[in-house]
């Protein structure tokens, strides 16, 4: 398979490039984030609003000038991605006992 373009073909450009803006407790209450609990010393589960959609929030945080931040690490799951994971709860149970 050929790598180049054919003159046909619409125009692409790659996706720009953005830098992610590192935000403390504080912001992210006022960038539509939802704290709903810590699982662990770094580990939280929030609800946010990315875009126009909602996504449940499991994440690290490390602390930064004695705030936590989040980290890279983590998932961020749609809606129906949560709704299919809640619907294999009892699978999952069942699998760890």
Known sequence: MSLKRKENEDDYAPPKKTSKKVTSDDEEQENGSIFICEISKNRRVSVRNWQGKVFVDIREFYVK????????????????????????VDEIDKALA
């Open 65 to 88: 000038d004695g705030k936590q931040m989040p980290g890279k690490k983590g998932i961020s799951l749609s809606m129906d991605q949560w709704k299919e994971l809640r619907a294999h």
